[in-house]
């Protein structure tokens, strides 16, 4: 529907100017519902109409009123009358907008002001709490204020930090302009406790990146100073009172931390006399943290704080004069790298502080595996291959599940300790003039509130994301490499920083082809950015067998798959002893009619040689795989090619024992013993290392119990109970809740 254009007579308001209330009606008009900036004013719903979609513009003019214009039809009148107060035309003032001959006229009249050394606004206010309280009114709460004066201490600059109505934070500046106070910023800036620094001319300065950071370190007896708007602003400050001065530069820990030392250091290099200038860091502090996370760590001791400070200081060797950085490549040496170990949640499948891709189609037990996983890790309970599980808190953002009768009786199925398994199920966001807290969909790009969730748990092992479409946001393209990667990547360095690894769950989509890896759904790039990426299938002879298979592994040695089936009643996942010595590749050429073994090849002489040699290996007796791979690697031989001879041999693998004690071996088929005979298809193993308690010992039930599902098929499953000591069973306490953050 094409809605009629708005007469002119719309656009104006009655009666001389200055003869109304514009400013109470200004303030009026700001408090209607969904208030927003656009363009030269502001729009928001009409109140003399039913409006959901902001129809109602309205600005003000070049001599101080207030224009109004609805976009539905209604009449300035109707539109005054509706706000109530008792409005009228003559509180318009005028309010005809401004026309591009205007703005020019303004724009120049702005532009001479500025080379005159001061800004001024089109709106000024008789005093710096007239600008903070519209300021409040179009942004949000207020949370803290820093006062900027000059040298004779008058205050020139009120910076305000607002908590935004989507839940961010912004700063503004209330800056004193020729005839009154304006929300603009001026230049030069002051810097901040400008008076104290002329007080005290022979004292070092502490120049800290804000001012928070720099009250803290004037509260320990120390000069301190910093400058508005961070390393991207720091050029706007008059950093002249520092020249000749011994000057100390104290940065937030982290690149943005870097940047503003880099900035200040140049800018201080060219004053006359140049000031001597150091740099310090304080010790162990996390990427973006500060000097008042210190004096937290150091217990709130300032003094201890004070005496750390002027020890960096009296070991910091002077900074050189920087000029201009023009930019270029940064380069960093490996020299200077510290080689890490890679940290894994399950040894050689899923890392620590990385991403790790489960790839498969709908109903292959996607989210049942990831339940075994999460009960694992909230309880401590060894992986299906016996290697050992870290324990620690899990994060579940699933979507496709029901918590209540779904996700908590997963759980509970196999065992899981929920009260350290917690469902991330949105983000509470002020919306409305109101403040109205709002519980809104969480989404991958809500970086700033996982972090926060990370901080809380802090003891975090596991993050699953079921199924990752479903949180990139709608405003991100799946199927795009920079769309994934610009979401996918700061996740990636969520987890690098607090150190827990990322399960994200891929669908497959359907083709042919030869590699798996390929067929997850959606960009190359969720595949490339993770380092791990693992598929569940279901096997082609055997549908209720389930198959845990390798995709690419960018951190550890080519990897084996495992078997499992889903039974019983509640359901839950019985896993197979014997690894499956296949990979998600191998399993897609299956599916897809043979692929290789339909098509004649040359004969493989790197795998009959590869058997030459294993079975001179094992002629003695049975080795371990680690041990056999790691002498293959010596001779030239790849663990892949191993496998094929292995398989040509007929060597069947079995394990001895479980935990660090515990491996695989090989063995030739001739000397297997009757004893480590391959396990049926179908038991599972008893993952854990630890030995059974007694009943009442230290006062817990720590038992490991055999059922049978439906097929006859053993099920072993892992109670951990608190004994009460009545008889009455285990004392859950308030463990049966998935908590929402």
């Known amino acids: ?7 002119s007579t719309h656009l104006e308001g009655g009666g001389a100017a200055g003869a109304g209330e514009p400013d109470r009606l200004w303030q009026r008009l700001m408090e209607l519902p969904k208030v927003r900036a656009e363009g030269d004013g502001f729009k928001a719903c009409c109140p003399a109409h039913d409006d959901n979609n902001p129809s109602l513009s309205f600005w003000r003019d070049a001599e101080n009123g207030v224009g109004i214009k609805c976009y539905a039809e209604c009449e300035s009148a109707a539109v005054l009358g509706a706000l109530g107060g008792g409005f009228t035309k003559a509180d318009m003032c005028g309010g005809k907008r401004r026309s591009p001959r205007t703005k020019a006229i303004k724009t120049r009249i702005s532009k001479k002001v500025k080379d005159a050394g001061e800004v001024t606004a089109p709106t000024t206010h008789p005093t710096p709490e007239a600008v903070v309280e519209d300021q409040r009114r179009r942004i949000g709460r207020v949370v803290a204020q ?26 503004r500046p209330a800056s004193k302009v020729p005839g009154g106070w304006a929300d603009r910023a001026i230049k030069p800036h002051p810097l901040y406790r400008l008076p104290e620094l002329a007080k005290d001319p022979d004292a070092a300065v502490y120049v800290t990146e804000g001012e928070k950071c720099a009250d803290l370190v004037a509260s320990l007896g120390l000069v301190s100073t910093t400058s508005a708007g961070g390393a991207q602003r720091a050029s706007g400050t008059d950093w002249t009172p520092l020249a000749g001065r011994d000057v100390i530069v104290l940065p937030d820990e982290g690149g943005p931390g870097g940047r503003y030392a880099g900035a200040v250091g140049r800018l201080l290099g060219g004053l006359d006399p140049a000031p001597r200038v150091r740099v310090i860091r304080l010790p162990d502090l996390k990427e973006g943290e500060d000097v008042e996370q210190r004096l937290e760590a150091l217990g709130g001791d300032g003094e201890v704080l004070k005496a750390e400070i002027l020890k960096l200081t009296a070991e910091a060797a002077e900074t050189p004069a920087l000029e201009d950085d023009p930019g270029g490549p940064v380069l960093r040496c490996l020299a200077d790298i510290e080689p890490q170990k890679v940290r894994w949640l399950w040894p050689g499948r899923i890392p620590l502080g990385r991403i790790t891709l489960l790839v498969g189609r709908p109903g292959e037990g996607k989210s049942f595996l990831t339940c075994d996983m999460a009960a694992r890790v909230s309880t401590g309970t060894d992986w299906p291959d016996g290697t050992v599980c870290p324990e620690g808190s899990v994060l579940l953002v699933c979507a496709e599940d029901d918590p209540g009768d779904t996700i908590r009786p997963r759980l ?13 199920a949105g983000v509470r966001r002020p919306t409305g003039r109101d403040g109205e807290m709002v519980e809104t969909w969480f989404t991958l790009a809500d970086v700033l509130e996982l972090e926060s969730v990370l901080e809380r748990l802090s003891d975090c092992k596991l993050v699953v994301v079921d199924p990752i479409g479903s949180y990139l946001g709608s405003g991100t393209d799946a199927h795009r490499d920079n769309e994934v990667r610009s979401v996918l990547a700061p996740i990636g360095r969520l987890a690098e920083k607090y150190g827990p690894a990322f399960v994200v769950v891929a669908h497959r989509r359907k083709g042919t082809g030869t590699n798996a890896d390929e067929l997850a759904l959606g960009s190359r790039a969720f595949t490339g950015i ?3 990426v693992w598929h569940v299938t279901r096997e082609e002879e055997d549908k209720t067998r389930r198959l845990l298979l390798p995709g690419k592994n960018n951190l550890g040695p080519e990897g084996s798959g495992l078997a499992f089936t889903i039974a019983g009643d509640p359901a839950v996942i019985a896993w ?4 499956v010595e296949m990979s998600a590749d191998d399993q897609l050429r299956r599916e897809n009619g043979g692929g290789e073994e339909r098509t004649p090849g040359p004969e493989p002489v790197a795998r009959n040689h590869a058997a030459a040699w294993l079975r001179g290996l094992l002629e003695e007796g ?24 292995k398989d040509e041999l007929g060597i069947t693998p079995h394990r001895e024992g479980y935990g660090e004690g515990g491996g695989w071996w090989w063995e030739l088929p001739s000397k297997v013993r009757t ?13 854990s290392s630890s030995p059974l308690k007694k009943h009442g010992e230290n006062g817990q039930k720590d038992l490991r119990t055999f059922g049978a599902d439906s097929k006859g098929a053993q099920v072993l499953r892992l109670e951990h109970l608190c004994d009460q000591g009545d008889g009455t069973g ?12």
């Open 1 to 7: 529907m094409t809605r009629p254009k708005q007469s």
């Open 146 to 171: 820093w006062i900027y004066r000059n040298r004779a201490g008058d205050p020139v600059v009120i910076v305000t930090r607002f908590e935004q109505r989507n839940g961010g934070k912004t700063y």
């Open 412 to 424: 509970d199925a196999h065992h899981a300790d929920v009260r350290r398994v917690h469902l991330l």
């Open 530 to 532: 993770a380092r791990a």
């Open 576 to 579: 197979e002893m014997n690894p």
């Open 622 to 645: 049975a080795k371990r795989v680690k041990e056999i791979e790691g002498e293959g690697r010596a001779a030239g031989f790849s663990m892949g090619t191993l496998r094929r001879a």
């Open 675 to 687: 004893k480590d005979a391959q396990t049926p298809k179908g038991e599972i193993t008893c993952a």
């Open 730 to 741: 285990p004392d859950v306490g308030d463990g049966g809740r998935v908590i929402d953050l």
